[in-house]
């Protein structure tokens, strides 16, 4: 068993006891996004989602399958990922036009990884450009603005960032981002908007023993030139908190979830990310990162992969920004190993919600990228 790759990448064994959850009829629709034989799609959580009315964009990685590597079966769950780790993975693209309905893969050549990069040991195919500093003047409120984070190995970083002013059809980048004085930054994308060349950014650093992590917030207020340091997201964890959600609420407030390794949990902020209020936790995930929005009747939700048996995605809603949320909805439970999840959630036009994740049928089939198309109801 290697341990050491075992919890860089996040996973850990938990008790398969699950939580009281509901099965509303949600109109659920199942999709496949991406699914090849041999191949290994995942974590569309690490780079990111955006939307343009019915447009979707989501990025993720795909390797190459290898069940031997990784199932240990005399466990209920896998020493590592099933992943081959000698061979090298690529990052892509998935667009829709029809709000999720078909999907398309795109490998923008501006989007290659810098020689060297690495996901969890897994070579990342490169051909890309060595990270920059960025010259700044970035346009965060452009109409067709995408931002992605990458990092370059978990625990270690360094990390980089590219921007799009076409919906992804063109990147510019790698721009590389500072390490605000800590060991290393691993970023992944997730950031808010504050203005015309002000950004913010929510990632994770090493912990003062080196591993991953601890979330912080960082800033840009001369379009990307300069980063400078804001806060850390709570007190550093004895195991690790990654991968923030972020959302802002029309009162200012802004209400991160944080991946712990059992749960998810909720902080807020009433002063633009200076300081931190921890408020809940807020769902058991089995060890997966959450995916929040702002749904525009106002109420929070929560998107995650559930690693516990029955493995599948749920949701949960929050009516009282974050303070407190109901009952897991399933969205399915037909997963056949907890090797799945790392969702990110937009909704379309229709009100209905689209959730791009990693999924896999059983112990040894392949690993393929789905989406649910789902009504969050009233």
């Not at 009315?53 to 399958?65: C, H, K, Q, S, T």
């Not at 960032?161 to 992944?188: C, E, T, V």
């Not at 504050?194 to 090493?206: Q, W």
């Amino acid at each position: 068993m290697n341990r050491r790759v075992f919890l860089e990448c996040g996973i850990a064994a938990f008790s398969s006891k699950a939580k009281a959850a509901t099965t509303p009829d949600r109109g659920v629709k199942n999709v496949t996004v991406y699914r090849r034989r041999g191949r290994y799609g995942g974590w569309p959580a690490n780079h990111g989602i955006w939307s343009w009315d019915n447009e979707i964009l989501v990025g993720f990685e795909a390797g190459y399958f290898l069940p031997s590597h990784a199932i240990d079966r005399e466990k209920p769950y896998a020493v590592d990922h099933a992943i081959d780790r000698e061979k090298p993975e690529e990052h892509l693209l998935a667009r829709s036009l029809d709000g999720g309905e078909t999907w398309s893969i795109e490998k923008p050549e501006s989007l290659k990884a810098p020689p060297g990069t690495k996901m969890c040991g897994t070579p990342v195919e490169s051909g890309g450009k060595v990270p920059e500093p960025c010259p700044g003047g970035i346009e965060f409120t452009r109409p067709g603005f995408a931002l992605t984070a990458r990092m370059e190995d978990v625990n270690i970083g360094p990390s980089r960032f590219y921007y799009s002013y076409d919906r992804g059809k063109h990147w510019n980048g790698p721009f590389s981002l500072p390490d605000f004085g800590q060991k290393g930054i691993m970023a992944r994308t997730d950031y808010l908007v504050n203005g015309t060349h002000d950004c913010m950014l929510f990632l994770a650093a090493s912990k003062s023993d080196g591993r991953e992590g601890r979330p912080l917030c960082v800033r840009t207020t001369d379009g990307g030139k300069t980063w400078d340091f804001v806060s850390f997201i709570g007190p550093e964890p004895p195991d690790y908190a990654i991968m923030p959600s972020t959302v802002r609420l029309p009162d200012g407030a802004i209400i991160t979830a944080i991946r712990r390794r059992e749960w998810i949990e909720i902080w807020r902020s009433d002063d633009g990310a200076r300081s931190w209020q921890f408020l809940t936790k807020a769902a058991e995930t089995g060890g997966n990162p959450p995916s929040m929005i702002h749904l525009r009747d106002g109420r929070l939700t929560l998107t995650y992969g559930y690693r516990l048996k029955p493995f599948g995605i749920r949701a949960k809603f929050s009516s009282d920004a974050g303070g407190t949320w109901g009952e897991a909805v399933i969205l399915r439970q037909d997963g056949g190993t907890w090797d799945l999840g790392y969702p990110r959630t937009v909704q379309r036009s229709d009100g209905k919600l689209v959730t791009v994740y990693y999924f896999a049928d059983s112990l040894d089939s392949e690993r393929y990228i789905a989406a649910t198309i789902w009504d969050p109801g009233r």
